[in-house]
């Protein structure tokens, strides 16, 4: 099959690949991949950043597994041994577990559910990572309606997931994002928007019961202090770079937490076929819809990794079709 893959990390090891078909093993599923959402997951993967997290990439001097991406929909061709949940033919939406961004993919059968019907294969694969760790995110917030939320990066693939969600839950959205994302943000339920290049949110008289920080690099104090007393900062930003990225905010979050009147909180986003049928479920409901910007074919898949490189895609999803 074709795949894109790379033995080292750097750009210039990106390349579509034969390689041999996978083989499902005890518990996993064997899909034929119509479409593969692409994420700042994998340009970290693709550039080997933050350069401290390389071990658990798989190896100081290359990745593990080779092939890149993450999200996948598709239809299942096979199953190992021990499946349950799936057969042959059906269609699913879900993480893979050995890179997606390729004709064929493996996932564990934990990490999938059966495609809502009001999702194609393209938008379904726009949803499984950034709305699993919206979803995750949010739930850490325990939202009731009429509290007030910021979502930074609002604009983009897990921002835009999380208006939607929060607006749901009867929350108070603002959204920060670009003025060329304004209008769309609104149209996903916010009730306000702010253009991060005109007004630095951190420094206004808003006030908010949680602030998520998807995007914008904001320092966690300037986020702590626009909310109010007891309030909640998620701390999402992956976006740095260097040896460290962004683990000296991650690791201060507890001991800020501890002196401040907010709190911080890191929520590390798992795979979870649960709550990807809760997401299906948002979707079939009329409350959740995925946006995708752009599609590229599998020969431009890098092209697709560069555009979420550093700062993030500004609009909704990427999607590569590799069918």
């Not at 929060?166 to 928007?193: F, Q």
Request: net charge neutral.
């Amino acid at each position: 099959m074709r795949a894109l893959t790379q033995d080292r990390y750097g750009w210039d090891a990106l390349a579509v690949r034969e390689v041999p078909d996978p083989v499902p093993g005890t518990g996993q599923v064997l899909v034929r991949v119509h479409a593969a959402g692409v994420n700042p997951y994998d340009w970290h993967f693709a550039e080997g950043q933050p350069l401290v997290a390389r071990p658990t990439m798989g190896g100081l001097r290359g990745p593990r597994p080779p092939v890149r991406g993450a999200d996948l929909a598709g239809v299942v061709v096979g199953t190992g041994p021990d499946v349950t949940a799936f057969a042959p033919g059906d269609e699913v939406f879900g993480f893979g577990s050995g890179g997606t961004f390729a004709e064929l993919a493996l996932a564990a059968e934990d990490a999938l559910a059966h495609r809502p019907a009001e999702l194609t294969p393209v938008e379904a694969a726009a949803v499984p990572m950034a709305g699993v760790t919206a979803l995750q995110h949010l739930r850490e917030a325990a939202l009731a309606a009429g509290q007030r939320i910021a979502i930074t990066g609002a604009g983009g693939g897990i921002g835009h997931l999380a208006v939607q969600i929060a607006a749901a839950r009867g929350a108070r959205v603002t959204g920060v994002c670009s003025a060329g994302n304004a209008e769309l943000v609104r149209e996903l339920g916010a009730a306000e928007t702010v253009d991060y290049a005109r007004e630095d949110f951190t420094a206004g008289r808003r006030r908010f019961d949680v602030v998520l920080a998807n995007a914008g690099r904001y320092p966690v104090r300037a986020l702590g202090r626009v909310v109010v007393p007891g309030g909640l900062v998620l701390v999402n930003d992956g976006s740095k770079e260097g040896l460290l990225g962004p683990l000296p905010d991650l690791l201060s979050a507890p001991l800020v937490s501890r002196f401040s009147p907010y709190r911080v909180r890191n929520v590390t986003a798992t795979s979870s076929g649960a709550d990807l049928a809760v997401l299906a479920g948002l979707v079939t409901d009329g409350v959740l819809r995925p946006v995708v910007s752009a599609t590229y074919p599998l020969d431009q898949a890098v092209e697709a990794v560069r555009q979420v490189a550093g700062h993030g895609h500004a609009r909704g999803k990427l999607v590569v079709t590799p069918a």
